[in-house]
């Protein structure tokens, strides 16, 4: 029992040191990696998304850097879109399967809907 504890330790100790080198666009002297790193990003509608409210767009705030794209997926087996609550974007509405993209080109925060299930809301903050 103790060398598995100790095992279960090591792994989580290096997957951490690799996620912390990994996700510290500061110090790599490459523009390159940061760029791709922050350029795109997923919201993924889930089943049954119109009664899960503020989780119906799955990550809830989503925190982005300016210049990212935003895709929404529509993983559900209903209709949905997504409309900024100030008129930054509005989409069609996106059958299963279907996508929508919204580049944010500046900072801010972002809340948005679903006008088809008024309770399914997110937020994107862009930083």
């Known amino acids: 029992m103790t060398f598995r504890r100790i095992l279960i330790a090591a792994v989580l100790s290096i997957a951490a040191a690799g996620c912390s080198s990994s ?24 089943t049954n998304a119109r009664n899960l409210g503020a989780a119906g767009f ?9 210049g990212t794209t935003v895709t929404w997926t529509n993983n559900d087996s209903i209709p949905h ?6 008129g930054q974007w509005s989409s069609p509405i996106l059958s ?21 299930h008024p309770g399914m809301v997110g937020t994107v903050t862009v930083q």
């Open 58 to 66: 799955g990550a809830n705030p989503m925190v982005v850097a300016v």
């Open 96 to 116: 299963p399967g279907q996508t929508f993209q919204f580049r944010f080109a500046t900072p801010g925060t972002f809340p948005y809907r679903c006008t088809l």
């Open 23 to 46: 996700s510290s666009p500061s110090s790599t002297p490459s523009s390159t990696s940061t760029t791709t790193t922050t350029t795109s990003a997923t919201v993924s509608i889930p």
């Open 81 to 86: 879109d997504t409309i900024a609550d100030g």
